[in-house]
C-alpha cells in the first residue's frame, strides 16, 4: 500500500475509532489486511501531525490537527494557483474543472472554507461539482473562483 493512500485511511480511522496507542493503529490496519510496524505507524503520526487529545472516556486519544480558515484559503489558494482549469455556474450549480487527480483535494478544502455557502460537494478526477443553498451563494463562489484564471 501506498503512503498516500494508508495516511488516507488511518485518517478515516480516526474519524471511526478512539485510537490512544501506535499499537492500535497497527492491530486495526492488520484488521484491514494491511501490515505496517509501529515504526512505520509512527513516522505516519508524524508526518499526518497528528495530536493527542482529551478523550471522552478518559485519557488521552489521536486527532487530527485542527486546520484554521487561513490554513484552509492558503491551502486552496495554492492548489488552485497551480490545477485550476475553469469554472462555470447554471443557478445553484457551480462547476470546477481542475486538472486530472486535484479535484478531491480541492473539494476538500473547498467544503472547508465555503460550508455556510454550500449545500453539497462532489467530484471526480478533475471536477467538482458545488450546489449552493442560493443562487448568489453560486454567484460568489463563481467569481472567487475566477481570480485563479
Known sequence: MRKKDR???ITRLLNENDIRKQEEFVELLKNKGISVTQATISRDIKELKLIKVPATTGGYRYSLPVETSED????L?????????????????VILKTLPGNASAAANLIDKRYKKEL???INDDDNVLM??????????????????L
Open 131 to 148: 450546489i449552493t443553498r442560493t443562487q448568489e451563494d453560486a454567484m460568489t463562489l463563481k467569481m472567487d473562483f475566477l481570480h485563479y
Open 72 to 75: 484552509v484559503s492558503a491551502k
Open 77 to 93: 489558494e495554492k492548489l488552485l494557483k497551480d490545477a485550476f482549469v475553469s469554472v462555470d455556474q447554471m443557478e445553484k450549480f
Open 119 to 121: 449545500f453539497s460537494i
Open 7 to 9: 495516511h488516507r485511511l
